[in-house]
């Protein structure tokens, strides 16, 4: 049974760093991209960032660029975000999702399975 | 950007039939995938590509994707269906994934 368990969110300042983590078990991690979405306190979905199964392609949303950084080790099962100079907008609740693998092998946008999510608060 | 518009809330009553709309310009050329969130969990895809349901889905829910608006269809409405859903897809132009607002259900 596929299992995403997200770790290492809490509280943190203004400006402050987090590194988030999600480990991933009972399916084929390094064939999947992998993807981070996050909700802020009642409130709709917001993707943040996406990485593909060997790394090569990497995106992220505007909200985030040139201030997360996604990675992942499949040799681990882990995906990584890092967070760095937080505001107070980014407190949400942070989950990973993986894509969706096509029988074509294509990897789609599609999050098709989410971990229950980690809740990390920005806030002085 | 590319924007999904979904309206704040449907209700329906039980047993009847809710489709929930998800607006987008010339978003019948893009690909639709709809999530359902109940309350304190994560969230659980329950149609893609406009009109796959994922395993484990019940036939109730169907899809569409027609001009500028997406329509994500439960027929047989009950009480555990009560959750709000997004519409998702991906832009392309932007290499960004967008997320409609989010609709809640209401089972009156």
């Known amino acids: 049974e596929a299992q995403l368990v997200e770790s290492g969110g809490g509280l943190v300042k203004p400006g402050g760093s987090l590194r988030l983590t999600c480990g991933a078990s009972?399916?084929?991690?390094?064939?999947?991209?992998m993807k981070w979405v996050r909700q802020a306190p009642g409130k709709g979905l917001e993707w943040v960032a996406s990485?593909?199964?060997?790394?090569?392609?990497?995106y992220y949303a505007d909200s985030v660029k040139g201030r997360f950084t996604i990675s992942r080790d499949n040799a681990k099962k882990s995906l990584y975000l890092e967070m760095n100079s937080l505001r107070a907008e980014d407190t949400a609740v942070y989950f990973c999702?993986?894509?969706?693998?096509?029988?074509?092998?294509?990897?789609?946008?599609?999050?098709?399975?989410w971990g229950q999510g980690d809740l990390v608060t920005v806030s002085s | 950007s590319y924007v999904l518009t979904q309206p704040p809330s449907v209700s329906v009553a039980p047993g009847q039939t809710a489709k929930i709309p998800c607006g987008g310009n010339?978003?019948?050329?893009?690909?639709v995938h709809w999530y359902q969130q109940k309350p304190g969990q994560a969230p659980v895809l329950v149609m893609y590509?406009?009109?796959d349901r994922p395993s484990g889905i019940p036939e109730r829910f169907s899809g569409s994707n027609s001009g500028n608006t997406a329509t994500l269809t439960i027929s047989r409405v009950g009480a555990g269906d009560e959750a709000d859903y997004y519409c998702?897809?991906?832009?392309?132009?932007?290499?960004?994934?967008?997320f409609g607002g989010g609709t809640r259900l209401t089972v009156l």
């Open positions: 590509h406009d009109r």
């Open positions: 009972g399916f084929a991690f390094s064939s999947h991209s």
């Open positions: 990485i593909n199964s060997g790394s090569t392609f990497i």
């Open positions: 010339n978003i019948e050329s893009k690909s």
């Open positions: 998702q897809v991906w832009d392309s132009s932007r290499d960004h994934v967008v």
């Open positions: 999702a993986r894509g969706l693998l096509g029988e074509d092998g294509i990897e789609y946008e599609v999050f098709d399975f």
